[in-house]
C-alpha cells in the first residue's frame, strides 16, 4: 500500500498500482496550516469526536478527526452514497506518517478505481476531503492539505541566574530569542548557587532551593518578561545539586540533590508556580543532576553522584511521576547540564567524569538516551542550560576555582552543540537556567 505523495495519490491492490492525480483530479497544496478553500470546503460538515480504534465507519456529511497515535485505522465509507455526499478525515496528532490511515471504499468506487484496490494516506498533518461523485469515478478526493509546518512548542528567551566565583552571587543574564547573551543584571533574592530551575505556566520560570553556604529552600519566580521575582518562603527539604525540567505542557518538577546526603525526594511546581511539599523519592538518590524535557509534555533526570559518578536516569511523565532508574548510557558524570531542543527532545552535557567534560547525550522524543556525542567546546562542570528561539539551546557559564568561565555553546533545533561563544558577563560556576516567553 502506499500514499498521497506530493500530487499524486498511488492506490495499489492486486499486485499493481494505479497513479492518478496528474490530471488534475486531486488538488493538493502544502503550507503550515489549512487554507482559505479548505476550510471553506468544510462548511456544513459535522465534527465527531476524535477516533482512536483500529477501525471506524464513516458516515456522509461528518468530519472524523483520526488519532493514530497507537495504531493505524482502517476507515470503512458508506456501503451507498450519492452525487455531493462528503467526508473529511484530519490527522489529529501528526501521526498519520508512522500509522496511516486505510481507506475501504466498501464496494464503491475511489477515484475510478474499483474496491479490489487500497488506499492509504500516510502523510503527518494531513487531512483530507473526499465527495461522492458517481459510479463511475466514485469518491474523489477534492481537497489533500499536508500541513508540513508544526507551530513550536516552546519559550522566545532565556536566562541565567546565581552562581559562584569565589563568593555568592544573584545577578542575571537574559539570552534573546537568537541565543544571544546579554550583560549582567543586578541580582535579585538571596546570592546562591547550585539551585534548580524550571518552566511552568507555559511561559514563566522559577529558580528554587540551593545553598548559600548552607543549603536554602526558597525560590524565585521568572516572569514572561524575564524580571526575577523576590525570595518565596521556602517548601520542601532545603538542599543543593537539584534539577528541574517541565511536564504536562504547563507544570514543573525538581527532584533529587544534597542536604549533606543523596537525597530522591521531587516537589512538583503547579502551573501558577507554587511549589509542592515533598514527593516520596523514586530511584537512586543522587545530587548535581541534570533535568530536561522531552516529547512535548514529559521530562527526565539523568546523570549525577550517588557518592560515585552516575549515568543513570529516570522519567517523568505527563502528570509527573518519576518512574524507577533506567539503566544509564554515555559516561557516568556529575555536575551536568541539559535543556531541550527541537521541540520535543532534549540534551545532556558537559560535567564532570574523571575531569571535565564536553561530551554530549542526546534525549529523543519518547526519552531514549543516546551514547556520547563527542565534545564540542570547553570542557567544564557546573555549567547551565536553557531553550531560546523555542526549540534551541545553550549551554553556559561553569567551572570551577580558579578557571570560572562565561563562555556558551549553542544548540542547534537539530541537537548540534556549536563551539565557544566568547562570554559575556560574570565567570562563575553553579548558575541556574531557565526559558521564558
Excluded: H
Excluded at 461523485?133 to 508544526?150: L, Y
Excluded at 547540564?337 to 564532570?352: E, L
Excluded at 556525542?373 to 536553557?386: E, F, K, L
Amino acid at each position: 500500500m502506499s500514499g498521497i505523495t506530493g500530487s499524486k495519490i498511488n492506490i495499489r491492490g492486486s499486485g499493481k498500482i494505479a497513479k492518478l492525480g496528474t490530471d488534475g483530479q486531486v488538488l493538493t497544496s502544502a503550507g503550515a496550516g489549512l487554507s482559505a478553500a479548505f476550510e471553506d470546503l468544510a462548511a456544513g460538515i459535522s465534527w465527531q469526536a476524535i477516533e482512536t480504534g483500529s477501525t471506524m465507519t464513516a458516515v456522509a456529511g461528518e468530519g472524523y478527526w483520526v488519532d493514530t497515535t497507537s495504531n493505524a485505522c482502517t476507515i470503512t465509507l458508506p456501503a451507498s452514497a450519492s452525487n455531493g455526499d462528503t467526508i473529511i478525515f484530519a490527522d489529529y496528532a501528526r501521526t498519520w506518517g508512522t500509522y496511516e490511515i486505510i481507506i475501504d471504499s466498501n464496494g464503491l468506487n475511489y477515484q475510478s478505481e474499483d474496491d479490489t484496490y487500497t488506499v492509504e494516506y500516510s502523510t503527518d498533518g494531513q487531512a483530507v476531503k473526499i465527495v461522492y461523485s458517481d459510479a463511475t469515478n466514485g469518491w474523489i478526493p477534492i481537497t489533500d492539505q499536508n500541513v508540513t509546518d508544526v507551530p513550536l512548542a516552546g519559550n522566545d528567551n532565556g536566562i541565567f541566574a546565581y552562581g559562584w566565583n569565589g563568593s555568592s552571587l544573584s545577578m542575571s543574564n537574559i539570552v534573546s530569542d537568537a541565543g544571544v547573551v546579554a550583560t549582567d543584571v543586578t541580582g535579585v533574592g538571596t546570592s546562591r548557587e547550585s539551585t534548580g530551575e524550571c518552566e511552568y505556566g507555559g511561559d514563566k520560570g522559577i529558580m528554587a532551593y540551593g545553598t548559600t553556604g548552607s543549603v536554602v529552600n526558597m525560590s524565585n519566580l521568572v516572569s514572561n518578561a524575564g524580571v526575577i521575582g523576590t525570595d518565596v518562603t521556602g517548601v520542601g527539604t532545603a538542599r543543593r545539586g537539584s534539577a528541574g525540567c517541565s511536564y504536562g505542557t504547563d507544570k514543573g518538577i525538581f527532584g533529587y540533590g544534597l542536604t549533606g546526603s543523596a537525597v530522591n525526594m521531587s516537589n512538583l511546581v503547579s502551573n501558577a508556580g507554587v511549589v509542592g511539599t515533598d514527593v516520596t523519592g523514586v530511584g537512586t538518590a543522587r545530587y548535581f543532576v541534570g533535568g530536561c524535557e522531552y516529547g512535548t509534555d514529559k521530562g527526565i533526570f539523568g546523570y549525577g553522584d550517588t557518592g560515585s559518578i552516575s549515568s543513570l536516569t529516570n522519567l517523568v511523565s505527563n502528570v509527573g511521576v518519576v518512574a524507577s532508574d533506567t539503566a544509564g548510557v554515555g559516561t557516568a558524570r556529575n555536575q551536568i547540564a541539559a535543556c531541550g531542543y527541537g521541540s520535543d527532545k532534549g540534551i545532556f552535557g558537559y560535567g564532570y567524569a574523571a575531569a571535565v567534560s564536553s561530551l554530549s547525550n542526546l534525549v529523543s522524543n519518547v526519552g531514549v538516551v543516546a551514547s556520547d556525542t563527542a565534545g564540542v567546546g570547553t570542557g567544564r562542570n557546573s555549567a547551565a542550560a536553557t531553550q531560546y528561539g523555542k526549540d534551541k539551546g545553550i549551554f553556559g557559564y561553569g567551572g570551577g576555582a580558579p578557571t570560572y568561565v562565561s563562555m556558551t555553546n549553542l544548540v542547534s533545533n537539530a541537537g548540534v552543540v556549536a563551539s565557544d561563544v566568547t562570554g559575556v558577563g560574570t565567570d562563575r560556576s553553579g548558575p541556574g537556567a531557565c526559558s521564558y516567553n
